[in-house]
């Protein structure tokens, strides 16, 4: 039943100027630099809850290093019954936020015809978990002309994953981010939302020179693992990360989604420190690390 | 980790008319009744190639006694190089089929913006696996007027399921037909595209009054298994069928889309026989059967 | 990462009395016949606990028309500090039961040093799903001289499975039964214990000629869920149920192990007729259905 | 389904010494302490093959500063046709080695038969993931007088593994040390052999206070991932790491079990120097870190 891989824009043995498996394609979000030298580290609440809420997270963040800040208006949640974001009213503060501080702005689409307002505010525009095969979604994002943070699916395969950023490039935009957050599997619901797949970091580097990053956040579901689990991001190769953050911890209570995966800036600020520790021993810059082959 | 299940309007512990688990909710679609006392059995191509390919797979349902004609307008495909269906001329076409053969259509749709032209041609409604969590889709099918039917993603848990029923519902629309279609596991591949699970049947029949029925030609991926599988199905206490049909064995190479997976018109015959036999001994129409309690 | 299945002694290919897909290579255990027309009920209590306990769902059990009586005298279980089963004193019960009722026994074995005392008692020596790769038991129960059920290990290959298989072959004893009991994947936690893999049962007969039986119990984990799952197993072509079997209601709160999953001798009665009313529809005892090749 | 997990001897709460969560039980072999301030390397071949080939790995493990030579002499493997191991001859060459290089000796013990066998030779006796559950060998295993290394089965549950752990405790042993090495998942095939679970060890380590150790071999699959996920284990708390080494490229090829894993003895030197560089930054030995309550 293996089928063989189809013959994808965004992989290397295509992309000519990528042959190298050392090369990563950047992607440049205002000074920020994704895929470069530093991994970066995008911060900032679940959810866009207030002006107040956002703009507290924000400095906090900023004045911990983070690069960018992330927050949803749009959320996609279980249940109809639970808090959706606030929706055009969470861009407007977001964007708000941006001006305040100078913030470039992550956010979820999650609608084909919210893409150009969602756009207007974001420097990249991510799509969920839930949305990796939103082919409709996925070519509307491919024509914003902005970044594309693309988050795994649950228990997406390698070729799953490449051909869903596929359908973004087809539309002309290869500003595309990888994100690894969790798999479910048969046996981690003890301790962990989700399983964080480290394993699919170097053969996703090896396959697409596309830069990669992790989100240790929705990969464990609890603030206390959050820290560790994005030491073992950066060293198993990640380009950055995606947290979540709180302010205090009366935040975690009430904070109208997902409270107890939320780190506090004190905690980010120990993990940006890591960023600037330069490349790990078992580094992807050398040629001997990253050649040998995607397994067959 | 465990969280209760939200109060949803579709549970019949909140669904007044249905609080007893012998009774389901039946979903009328011209002359054909889903939920009723004879498990109902959709069948077609997998995806509308044209109109002599589609007409010639229509009739030969109609004579197999199938009750409804599947066939994708628009295809989900997990990469862009690859056949995406006719889209808005495989609607004329399935229109066309629909006027000549009297068969109610069952299409699926992927993007909220094309719900209004797809419901002018379905008769229901069809939300696939990768789509089960777009929010902004089911909540425009739910305000379209039609049924839904509602595929399971492919590896979700009973919750989100209903959530995501649960969607649709909020918008008025209660005419959800729920279908499951194989989940992944960590060791089938070598025999089985997915594996059917038939133990989620009776729970969910007991945690809802909507019709449950069974895709065997996906949680399968072969043509060999389709048969036993339906039985295996409806022995589960399914109440239909959705089953892909290619006219003959040359199609099997021809197809577009999945063709080691369609069986021939004379196979479901067969199938069709099935469903005439009366309700399987286990039978879910006895009061006995159906209580018990949902896992907690 | 795909490989080649090994040359087993057990698959069809090989075994040149039964390259014919409709041929079964029946396991005789007195007079009953595994793999022949009729598919057997193994049934009885999960643990043997004293002899009135075990001698009580005896008698019902023969009046409810099974075949053959299983019970635990060794039992595995995940916490040392639960019930482990009575032993050797057990099988003394067993053997006593066995006497009385003329039931033929199965029972398992964990321990190789204990093969040769288990099977002075047991007609039929079960490995357990934890066992399936416990090589040296397999050696030591294909040296016994009884027939060996298999069970199917939680995340088990087909390949995994038949190579267990083999390890019994290999010293001279083919009277295997293999048995499926659901294994586990990552979102039927709410509503089960397990999922049945009646996907697998097809492939299975396909490869080898050795009889494929099903454990509802164990697949589900709920005394509810076994009659229509018995129903769906024989459905998709199992030829024979293992059954746990609780006395009264009373039993269920009592017993020392499993005791949410044993059903009434009642309810076994009307799973038994099942077997009576001849090959399902889509039966395996046609050239038609068995005949397709196993996924590749 | 959730249940409690029982209370185990293992486990801080009830291993008074152990409540502080920064305290980890040492495990002394030789002058080798495991658990303590540097993580431990084992390595070695996967297969005792010849006592040439073996004391030429052991004599490069020992260069490049691994601190206990690992090797099997009694090998679970897959196909009864498969090579098996020297046996006994295996135990005879490990055992010359140890006498030459001075190295401790960690090796698998499959049977209960030959508990006291292979303990005469091995320093750590290695339980595999087959054997996880084999209650008769943990049994065996907790009499004999030596630490043990335990393995997680392919989709253990936390609890699934630490009552393993508890059946060699409560026969007087808790020189016990816990090796994860990958689980099965629905998603990896293409690029890993498993999923390496990193998310496990810090809830691990705060509910015992055994010693935690990974094995990237098994977990990869792959040589070329072994370097980078070691790294990764190693931030992630791993307290040791056990590691396939082959002697040279021809190797791969020669060898008779599991080639294409091992890596050569220069890459193995730049990992034990990861092991030298000090506590990573997000530590375990404040009580920062690890306090924080296991997912409940």
Same sequence: chains 1, 2, 3, 4.
């Avoid at 799509?127 to 082919?135: A, E, L, Y």
């Avoid at 997406?156 to 990888?178: F, K, P, S």
């Amino acid at each position: 039943m293996t089928r063989r891989m189809p013959e994808l824009s965004i992989l290397r043995q295509t992309w000519s100027p990528y042959s190298d498996p050392r090369s990563t394609h950047t992607v440049q979000v205002g000074k920020v630099r994704v895929g470069g030298a530093r991994p970066i580290v995008i911060a900032g609440p679940c959810a866009v809850e207030s002006l107040d809420q956002t703009l507290e997270i924000a400095h906090a963040i900023k004045r911990a290093g983070a690069d960018l800040l992330r927050g949803g208006a749009f959320k996609p949640i279980t249940s109809p019954h639970s808090f959706q974001g606030l929706g055009i009213k969470g861009l407007e503060i977001l964007s708000e936020v941006r001006r305040i501080t100078g913030l470039g702005i992550v956010t979820e689409v999650m609608d084909p015809r919210l893409v150009s307002e969602v756009a207007e505010v974001a420097d990249i525009l991510q799509i969920g978990s839930r949305s990796m095969q939103n082919f409709p979604l996925l070519t509307e994002v491919g024509r914003a002309g902005r970044p594309v943070l693309l988050k795994r699916a649950w228990s997406a395969t390698l070729e799953e994953w490449l051909c869903a950023a596929e359908y973004i490039a087809v539309q002309g935009n290869r500003n595309i981010i990888l994100c690894e957050r969790g798999i479910r599997t048969s046996c981690h619901w003890e301790y962990s939302r989700n399983i964080l797949d480290l394993n699919v970091i170097k053969p996703l580097r090896q396959a697409t020179p596309l830069p990669v990053i992790v989100d240790p956040s929705h990969a464990t579901g609890q603030a206390h693992l959050v820290p560790v689990m994005s030491q073992a991001a950066l060293a198993a190769g990640a380009q950055g990360l995606l947290i979540e953050v709180i302010a205090k911890e009366a935040s975690r209570v009430q904070a109208r989604c997902d409270g107890e995966q939320g780190i506090f800036p004190e905690e980010l600020e120990q993990i940006v420190a890591l960023t600037h520790q330069g490349a790990p021993a078992a580094s992807f810059n050398s040629a001997a690390s990253l050649v040998g082959g995607l397994a067959k």
